[in-house]
């Protein structure tokens, strides 16, 4: 499907938007605080804040570069705040009020006139009027001075980066890391917004691209700091419709508990965080008035350093289960039942907030697993939970790469029966939660990380990962991501994994999802999202009927954008390639011409500067002189109006250049260079190299493909669609791959219409009967 990675808006649409507009707001906050912002109107916002230690402070941020929105969507950059007014009606509790020392300050970064980097500290409260919790305050940015007091230091107001207004507890004390005796809860308001004078409006994107058919999904982690309405604009922009699968993460939905010189989650007070369900009510709300479903993800994961040590996953010396985040995450024991009760009681509260909403309930059980410790393969099946209900075991397991014997085996098949019962229990609490909330049924859906649970190097972790009492009809969904293998290249892995997936489980396709992506460095874009998209084809392809983007803030960064698949539309569509030859023999008399489009611009000096538009040429050809009598011009008629005259494609042997082995030779397992292996890509796609310029081929004859891996012809391979040759498993690292091939020209007549004079013909006239090569967009 056609995609773009968009760098900046050239030309799309714009609105305008009033500067300091609700939505574009953010938090940032330290650990372990939490805050959260959410629009409550379209000239109003609302922060909560929870808070831990005295000297915890939170910025409620406007940015004057928008970095976190789709290049389409931003906000037009401008530092430049001279003449512009801002007034807004202020209302706060539970922090620090305006008119004490520490209360709310507008704290702008910058530069001064002379380009120097500074930072302005204004009170607010010295541009207020009113009471210290309620009051209009109104900042001219031309007359904006730093200091407690006033007359202070003008600040200058025309290059500006970023500006916040601070939030702090009611008990602050500057710099200080006591812990405070209970959580503190804080809120701030800001109500009537209004922008005035000069640059008052920001231009924005304001494209609205159709409806594609894919999905997308968030998770709270990475948008904890902006609006819910800011998200789903995008989302809904960008053309993702009907369901969003949100993960509701691993470190910011949780309340707190000192204990022990650290902060571990608790159930004291209620569940969720009261800044975290503040904001997922808003999210809620928000998607169903976009007619959106959320489908709320739950994962075992949880944020390290607030989790009981009891409750972590352990391998057999001991050491806890760590992801390679930083700081790190940790993994729930599914045999311990204070954690998998804490998470039960989670996944409730975001059903009931699901139903405050009327918003029917789709949860999703999100990549469930025992970990695997990514230095040494070490299983995490001992912690004191595992031991006592798995049963300590002679013979641990240290390597799950090595060979295993029965009792590991049968440990491996216990702690898989082991994790079914925890996922069905936490199932059933959803749909618990839902009956009771009078919401009817739920819909319960389980992830699956193929990459880690089916890893060749550890053929037995599926006994533990992927148990067989996860087998259909366990979850009424299942929901599969293979996004390491899938921007690795290693196709031939992935459908293993599908086969596998499916032998052990049996999800009819209708029933089942796939989740492609992600990019988590912004220098791999460019390959990755081309195999993220191709990815979404595949199993579009496959008959999987739902599909989602992984993630939202990747897209966003990257400019990812999805177009809408040609094959939704409701025109009468005709196949485009018909994969036959040209019925008739060309001969020499046919003609073929190589063309390249290229841009020559003449200098004023006389200088040519030339621009080459294409990598590669394009072939037409004149097989009208090749065509001999009467019954081949019949042939001919046939083939053209079976083809519909230019409207599908076919076969055509070129008769100049059709071989691997110069250009008409016979063709061996030697003749060209297709790639290099790295241990993991398991396609290649045929190529035929012309000097320094490379040809795709994507019509082999497939009879006549010979293939070599390091000098030795192996047949440990299939062809597949464009020419692409997939290897049984990924050829090793250096390995460099060859290929000898027949090939045919995918083309297509050039004109609607054939004119033939049967009085020219048989004089010996030869008609002319144009066709041009087609660029097939398959990649590898």
């Avoid at 479903?293 to 739950?298: D, E, K, M, N, P």
């Avoid at 390290?304 to 390679?324: F, I, V, Y």
């Avoid at 595949?538 to 990747?554: D, F, K, M, T």
Wanted: charged fraction near 25%.
């Amino acid at each position: 499907m056609p995609f773009w990675l968009a760098r900046r808006r050239d030309g799309q649409d714009e609105d305008a938007i009033q500067r300091f507009d609700p939505r574009f707001w953010t938090v940032n906050f330290p650990r372990p605080m939490m805050a959260s912002v959410v629009a409550t109107a379209p000239d109003a916002l609302r922060v909560d804040c929870e808070f831990y230690h005295e000297g915890e402070l939170a910025g409620l941020i406007w940015a004057s570069e928008d970095v976190l929105d789709h290049p389409l969507l931003r906000y037009t950059t401008d530092r430049d705040y001279s003449r512009t007014v801002l007034t807004f009606r202020w209302r706060s509790g539970g922090i620090v009020p305006l008119d004490q020392p520490n209360g709310p300050t507008l704290t702008i970064e910058g530069r001064d006139a002379s380009g120097a980097a500074r930072v302005w500290y204004v009170r607010l409260w010295n541009y207020a009027v009113g009471t210290p919790e309620d009051a209009i305050v109104t900042l001219r940015f031309s007359d904006l001075q730093s200091g407690y007091g006033l007359p202070g230091e003008p600040v200058y107001p025309s290059d500006i980066d970023r500006m916040f207004v601070s939030l702090v507890p009611a008990s602050f004390v500057p710099d200080s890391t006591q812990t405070l005796p209970a959580r503190s809860e804080g809120w701030g308001e800001m109500s009537d917004i209004a922008c005035h004078g000069e640059r008052a409006m920001l231009a924005i994107g304001d494209v609205m691209l159709p409806a594609h058919g894919e999905g997308i999904a968030t998770a709270y982690d990475d948008s904890f700091n902006q609006t819910p309405a800011r998200l789903l604009r995008t989302v809904e922009a960008l053309g993702y419709r009907d369901r969003i699968v949100h993960y509701v993460g691993m470190s910011h939905y949780f309340r707190l508990e000192p204990s022990g010189g650290g902060h571990y989650v608790s159930l004291a007070g209620g569940v969720l965080s009261r800044v975290c369900e503040a904001w997922h009510r808003a999210f809620a709300a928000e998607a169903m008035a976009r007619d959106f479903t959320v489908i709320w993800s739950l994962s075992y994961e949880l944020f390290d350093a607030h989790c009981w040590n009891d409750w972590k996953q352990r391998a057999h010396d001991g050491s806890p289960a760590l992801t390679g985040w930083v700081p790190p995450s940790t993994l729930l024991s599914p045999a311990h039942d204070g954690a998998m009760g804490y998470l039960r009681q989670v996944a409730a509260a975001f059903v009931a907030i699901a139903l405050d909403a009327g918003m029917s309930v789709e949860f999703q059980i999100g990549e469930p697993w025992w970990w695997v410790q990514p230095e040494g393969r070490k299983p995490c099946l001992y912690d004191d939970a595992g031991r006592a209900v798995l049963g300590d075991t002679a013979t641990p397991i240290s390597d799950m790469r090595a060979a295993m014997d029965e009792s590991q085996l049968a440990l491996l098949d216990a702690a898989g029966a082991l994790l079914a019962q925890s996922t069905a229990a936490l199932a059933q609490a959803v749909r618990d939660a839902t009956v009771d909330g009078g919401g009817g049924e739920a819909e319960i859906l389980l992830l699956a990380f193929t990459p880690t649970i089916l890893d060749p190097e550890m053929p037995e972790l599926k006994r533990a990962n992927l148990p067989i009492g996860w087998a259909y009809p366990a979850f009424d969904r299942l929901q599969l991501e293979d996004y390491d293998w899938l921007t690795g290249g290693a196709t031939a892995a992935r459908r293993a994994g599908y086969d596998l997936v499916q032998a052990r489980l049996g999800y009819p396709l209708e029933v089942q999802d796939f989740l492609s992506g992600f990019v988590l460095l912004a220098q791999d874009a460019d390959l990755y999202w081309r195999r993220i998209d191709a990815g979404l084809d595949e199993a579009r392809r496959r008959g999987v009927p739902r599909r989602y983007v992984w993630a939202l803030p990747q897209i966003a960064r990257d400019g990812y954008t999805r177009l809408p698949n040609p094959d939704d539309t409701h025109e009468d569509a005709m196949t485009p390639f018909d994969d036959i030859a040209y019925p008739l023999a060309l001969g020499r008399d046919a003609s073929v011409s190589p063309e390249f489009s290229t841009a020559v611009a003449l200098t004023a000096s006389g200088h040519e500067r030339r621009n080459a538009l294409w990598s590669d040429a394009r072939l037409r050809f004149d097989v009208g002189p090749g065509i001999r009598s009467e019954d081949e011009l019949g042939t001919l008629i046939a083939f053209f109006r079976a083809r519909h005259g230019p409207a599908r494609g076919f076969r055509l042997r070129d008769p100049f250049d059709f071989s691997s082995n110069g250009m008409t030779g016979v063709p061996t397992a030697f003749d060209q260079i297709i790639g290099t292996g790295d241990g993991l890509a398991s396609e290649f796609a045929l190529v035929k190299t012309y000097d320094e310029q490379t040809r795709r081929i994507t019509r082999p004859d497939a009879g006549l493909v010979l293939v070599s891996v390091d000098g030795a012809e192996t047949n440990e391979w299939t062809l597949g669609t464009g020419g692409n040759i997939l290897f049984e498993t990924g050829p090793p690292a250096g390995a460099i791959l060859r290929a000898g091939f027949l090939f045919d020209v995918p083309v297509r007549f050039a004109e609607d219409r054939i004119d033939v004079s049967g009085l020219s013909f048989a004089a010996g006239e030869a008609p002319s009967i144009p066709l041009i090569e087609l660029r097939e967009e398959i990649f590898a």
